[in-house]
């Protein structure tokens, strides 16, 4: 068993404030800016920044989903979502840089042993990073538009 990991950085013509604030906006923003390959998502409490629980599922290939229910934290420059139901943790972080902003977002979890956890090393961060990087333009165009 090895930790698995996927990144991704975007720049975005916003204020560090106004990206964290876009980002903590479970209600309106989030479902607005999701990829396809989030499915059934709903807010089951608060909505809006630290303590926010959402759900969804993460339809990451025809054959491969996982089952989120993730409590949040919102610290001044980073929101963390933390999966109930495994060891699955996403952050997102946000910096000044220019006029704008960076946000870069973690995913992280506790891979499988063995053949099948050689592959979900080598295959799921790709996949997930092509997700990331969807959600990150959705939040980029949203911004800047």
């Known amino acids: 068993m090895g930790q698995v990991s996927a990144t991704q950085t975007i720049e975005i013509a916003a204020t560090p404030d106004a990206v964290v604030a876009a980002l903590a906006d479970y209600e309106q923003v989030r ?6 390959q989030y499915r059934d998502y709903r807010v089951e409490s608060g909505g809006n920044g630290d303590g926010t629980v959402v759900h969804w599922i993460l339809q ?3 054959k491969r989903q996982r089952d989120i229910r993730a409590t949040v934290s919102v610290v001044p420059d980073t929101i963390t ?3 109930q139901n495994s060891t699955l943790v996403t952050t997102y972080t946000v ?3 220019g006029a ?3 946000v870069t977002t973690t995913t992280t979890w506790a ?3 063995g053949i099948g956890g050689f592959f979900e090393r080598t295959f799921a961060p ?3 990073n092509r997700i990331q990087a969807e959600l ?3 939040l980029k165009k949203r911004l800047e538009n």
């Open 111 to 113: 891979g499988a042993g």
């Open 60 to 62: 990451a290939t025809s």
């Open 100 to 102: 704008g902003s960076r």
């Open 136 to 138: 990150l333009g959705n």
């Open 126 to 128: 790709k996949g997930l």
């Open 81 to 83: 979502e933390k999966d």
């Open 95 to 97: 910096a000044s840089a």
């Open 31 to 36: 479902p607005a800016i999701l990829p396809e």
